[in-house]
T-cell receptor
Framework: ELKVEQNPLFLSMQEGKNYTIYCNYS?????LYWYRQDPGKSLESLFV???NGAVKQEGRLMASLDTKARLSTLHITAAVHDLSATYFC???????????WGAGTKLIIKP | EPEVTQTPSHQVTQMGQEVILRCVPI?????FYWYRQILGQKVEFLVS????????KSEIFDDQFSVERPDGSNFTLKIRSTKLEDSAMYFC??????????????FGPGTRLTVL
């Protein structure tokens, strides 16, 4: 069974702190996606990581991919309240026609 | 700029009724996907659609579900006889290309389906 596991599933942190969300997957996919979802809203694409060692940064978020370890990380630097959301990672399914999703990490950043 | 819109934004229906959810791409995308998300839970793949055919469907996508492009642009998801457990957010997604070359899937705003 294809699995994508995120941890932690819930994270409450103070503004200004750093933290990392982890995404482990069991497929042989060499691409990984990070999405953000605000409550009651749609899924917004954050990053697409296309190969082993890929690193992408946007503002206070930085994502990396290690395909050998089947691990991606989403690092938050000096968190601000506006980053509060649920973050999902996803990988291509073996059949190429779907994304396999993690359970999401609900991030709450307190002022 | 949104790649895709969805209507309605919220649909309330009685159990056993048929519902049709619509997805309207901004441009002429060929590759469509439907996902659902039960409140507070993970995103689940339902079906992918390419060139007017289903490419793949999940176990969730049983005989109660169907998809089509009735006019060559809109992309619809029909649930023939809704059940309470069909209550969820339904997201349409598109890509510019399919499969491992498809890249990022862009999601519509979703339709919240409530079955009473």
């Amino acid at each position: 069974e294809l699995k994508v596991e995120q941890n932690p599933l819930f994270l409450s942190m103070q503004e200004g702190k750093n933290y990392t969300i982890y995404c482990n997957y069991s497929t042989t996919s060499d691409r990984l996606y990070w999405y953000r979802q605000d409550p009651g809203k749609s899924l917004e694409s954050l990053f697409v990581l296309l190969s082993n060692g890929a690193v992408k940064q946007e503002g206070r978020l930085m994502a990396s991919l290690d395909t050998k370890a089947r691990l991606s990380t989403l690092h938050i630097t000096a968190a601000v309240h506006d980053l509060s959301a649920t973050y999902f990672c996803a990988v291509d399914g073996d059949s190429n026609y779907q994304l396999i999703w993690g359970a999401g990490t609900k991030l709450i950043i307190k002022p | 700029e949104p790649e895709v819109t969805q209507t309605p934004s919220h649909q309330v229906t009685q159990m056993g009724q048929e519902v049709i959810l619509r997805c309207v791409p901004i441009s002429n995308h060929l590759y469509f996907y439907w996902y659902r998300q039960i409140l507070g839970q993970k995103v689940e793949f339902l079906v992918s659609f390419y060139n007017n055919e289903i490419s793949e469907k999940s176990e969730i996508f049983d005989d109660q579900f169907s998809v089509e492009r009735p006019d060559g642009s809109n992309f619809t998801l029909k649930i023939r006889s809704t059940k309470l457990e069909d209550s969820a957010m339904y997201f349409c997604a598109i890509t510019y290309r399919q499969g491992r070359l498809g890249g990022t899937q862009y999601f519509g705003p979703g339709t919240r389906l409530t079955v009473l």
